[in-house]
């Protein structure tokens, strides 16, 4: 039997994951009302997106009510997790401090922000949690 993989979402598709993260599984209704707080999207372009989202496996469909719910199939951190790797390898030739480096000069972190990557850093090191 062959596996079928999880393809990367789109922008767009990420858009829509981001609405189902946030909000649990939602009808395709309350998905197209909380990306329309945000940017202009039509309802039947959110409806296409969540079938295609389907295909791709990104999306899982409960049609038990007549409304049809949709809800991520995979958590946020993996998706993340995936689309960094990837940014990693093809843009940063593999290397983790190029790839913070650059995050962090394109916009630079709250006192918050740094105070957690210190810790992460410290953990890293061996120097306990």
């Known amino acids: 039997m062959i596996r079928q ?3 990367k979402p789109t922008d767009a598709e990420l858009a829509i994951l981001a609405v189902l993260w946030e909000s649990g599984p ?6 197209h009302d909380a990306l329309a707080k945000q940017r202009e999207a039509g309802y039947t372009t959110v409806l296409k997106l969540l079938q295609i989202m389907t295909e ?14 949709y809800r991520a199939r995979i ?3 993996q998706t993340q997790a995936q689309l960094v790797s990837d940014l990693l ?10 790839l913070a480096m650059s995050a962090l000069a394109q916009k630079p972190a709250s006192p918050e922000e740094l105070a957690e990557v ?3 850093l ?8």
């Open 122 to 129: 410290k953990k890293l090191e061996g120097g306990g949690q």
């Open 5 to 7: 993989r999880t393809r």
């Open 118 to 120: 210190r810790k992460l």
């Open 56 to 69: 791709k496996r990104l999306v899982e469909r409960d049609a038990r009510q007549r409304s049809h719910v």
């Open 26 to 31: 939602s009808t395709v209704r309350q998905v």
């Open 89 to 98: 390898h093809k843009a940063f030739g593999g290397s983790a401090a190029r």
């Open 75 to 77: 958590p946020r951190e």
